[in-house]
């Protein structure tokens, strides 16, 4: 168990803001908000070692976008067998979550962030132990049955490639087997979509770390919580699409900028909302 700074008694770096620029005149409205939701991209889980989509390294620098499509999923037995292989060598599966994942959990504990939003399948959130996590592109720990929709452990599917069946098929109806994400093509989970467009309406401050906010539906999760009056907080390396929109915008690398956040945000203790330092 991490103990914050406010725990241990004493002030530590970042209660003030000061070091990430900006992040101090916005502290006294971030103070206040009662609800905030929180809406992540790739960005967050690169200090973890997973590789973004559309940053300096990331992965359409160097792979076809046209070979991640559910089209060519569907009609090329190869694209599978691939998949499945680069499943099984399991690249990111010792992934751990670092520290904006953690930030992001002492916000939810501390009773302000209920719900995550996250456009990632790598699980990290839950690892760090977030719950209430929207998983708007699906999820990497399960594979399901692309016409029945059965799911499964992702392990179970992978059982069976370990075994030499290099295309799984579904046991019950013979469809395709693919991991349970949304790949380019494919229509979101409407109810999932659904749920995040309600947690928009509902917060006072969208706090959106890692994404260019360019993929859509997801983006209209952040742009649904400005329309509905929510001030909107963008952490980000690099521009987005949604800058023209943001009320605060803090550059940076999520897990520096997030610990800083996230500390001065409770470091504010009004309301009674959090259990105030205990010096
Ligand atoms: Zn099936």
Redesign the pocket.
């Known amino acids: 168990m991490e103990p914050s700074s406010t725990e241990a008694g004493t002030p530590g770096p970042g209660l003030d803001g000061a070091h990430v620029p900006g992040l101090a005149e916005a502290l006294p409205w971030l103070r206040l908000a009662r609800h905030i939701l929180v809406f992540t991209g790739a960005g967050i889980s690169t200090e973890s070692g997973i590789p973004d989509f559309r940053g300096p390294n990331g992965v359409w620098k160097t792979t076809d976008p046209q070979r991640y499509t559910i089209q060519s999923y569907v009609s090329d037995q190869s694209v599978r067998v691939e998949r499945w292989r680069a499943r099984l060598e399991g690249r990111f599966s010792d992934a751990q979550p670092n520290a904006a994942h953690l930030a992001v959990t002492r916000l939810q504990r501390a009773g302000l962030a209920p719900v995550v939003v996250t456009q990632n399948i790598d699980g990290l959130h839950q690892k760090a132990g977030t719950v209430n996590v929207i998983e708007l592109h699906g999820t990497s720990s399960e594979a399901m ?6 799911r499964m452990p992702m392990e179970v599917a992978l059982d069976r490639v370990r075994e030499g069946d290099e295309d799984p ?7 395709l ?1 693919k991991t349970a994400t949304i790949s380019f093509g494919q229509p979101l989970v409407a109810a999932d979509m659904d749920r995040g467009i309600d947690e928009a309406r509902r917060c006072d401050v969208c706090l959106t770390v890692g994404s260019t906010l360019s993929v859509w539906p997801a983006a209209a999760v952040p742009v649904e919580a400005a329309r509905h009056g929510a001030r909107l907080v963008i952490v980000n390396e690099g521009v987005t699409d949604l800058d023209g929109m943001a009320n605060l915008i803090l550059s940076g690398r999520a897990g520096m900028v997030m610990t800083e956040l996230v500390a001065a945000i409770l470091a504010g203790g009004t309301q009674g909302r959090i259990q105030g330092p205990r010096w």
Do not use: S
């Not at 049955?145 to 059965?150: G, I, K, N, P, W």
């Not at 098929?169 to 469809?175: D, I, R, S």
């Open positions: 049955c692309l016409d029945c929709a059965r098929h579904c046991e019950l109806c013979g469809g087997l």
